[in-house]
């Protein structure tokens, strides 16, 4: 029995440890452990194949309480209002001042700073412009409840309609993005300056020239993340994942929910 209990101990901190190293395969062999110890805890003191596999399934199910008792019922406006708005308070946001000072010492200056109010989720963002290269940057907050993130968006629009997106979104996104859109999710660890030489490889990669970009007015920045909010929502309406529910809103339909699953189970396995 001790020596069950060991095995299971080891793998446990071999997957641990393996979670500390960067490389996408380590953090995949974490994973694995993490499967691995599940299916020992169950068969170790029961010897029962059945035991082992129910517990790893449950990592694979467990989305599902979360998509029943709580996705199921959500629903999403297809517009959303953004107004003029002041920075949440330093306790729920602390780190804004100093991404601020990050962002405008890669030559981008402030643009607009706007809210957005639906159900009990508010929404603050602060838009950056950049006129030597006409990308836009945007720190946004994402308060509901007593949960709380924000991440970091650079994007570049071409003259031809195409979108470039580099962003720290920490979680699967729940919605397709339009098939214009090219995304690239980094590390929500990397500075300012990390991710806009991602989002210059990005382009370079794309053979995004200057004369290519489509040239933005930052006036326009608030009604463009209105638009592109909008024109994602009907996107999914037309493939199937989100259905109109009245009174200008959306829910999810049961091919969005397997999405939905089908979302955490690729970041279950990435990890990053």
């Not at 029962?48 to 129910?54: C, D, F, K, R, Y």
């Not at 945007?138 to 007593?146: K, M, N, P, S, T």
């Not at 999710?185 to 990390?194: H, P, Y």
Request: aromatic share 12%; glycine share 4%.
């Amino acid at each position: 029995m001790f020596s069950s209990f060991l095995l299971v101990l080891g793998v446990a901190v071999l997957g641990l440890g393996l979670r500390t190293f960067r490389h996408p395969i380590c953090r995949r062999m974490s994973v694995a452990c993490l499967l691995f110890t599940s299916f020992l805890i169950g068969y170790l003191p029961t010897g029962s194949w059945a035991v082992g596999v129910i517990l790893v399934a449950f990592w694979i199910l467990l989305p599902w309480v979360e998509i029943i008792a709580r996705v199921r019922k959500l629903r999403l406006p297809i517009e959303r209002v953004f107004s003029e708005s002041s920075p949440p308070r330093d306790e729920l946001f602390p780190f804004l001042s100093v991404l601020t000072e990050e962002i405008e010492s890669q030559d981008f200056s402030l643009a607009d700073e706007v809210s957005c109010q639906w159900q009990n989720q508010r929404q603050f963002v602060r838009l950056f412009h950049r006129s030597v290269d006409q990308s836009q940057m945007a720190v946004c907050l994402i308060h509901q409840g007593r949960i709380a993130f924000c991440y970091v968006s650079l994007m570049t629009r071409s003259r031809g309609g195409q979108v470039f997106l580099t962003w720290t979104y920490p979680f699967a996104y729940s919605l397709k993005f339009l098939p214009s859109t090219r995304v690239q999710r980094v590390r929500s660890d990397l500075s300012i300056e990390q991710i806009c030489d991602a989002h210059r490889s990005m382009l370079s990669k794309a053979h995004l020239d200057t004369v290519d970009v489509q040239p933005l007015v930052p006036d326009q920045m608030r009604d463009l993340l209105e638009q592109d909010l909008k024109d994602q929502i009907e996107h999914n309406v037309r493939t199937g994942l989100l259905a109109p529910a009245g009174n200008r809103e959306v829910r999810y339909t049961w091919r969005g929910m397997l999405y939905l699953w089908s979302r955490f189970l690729l970041d279950f396995v990435r990890m990053t």
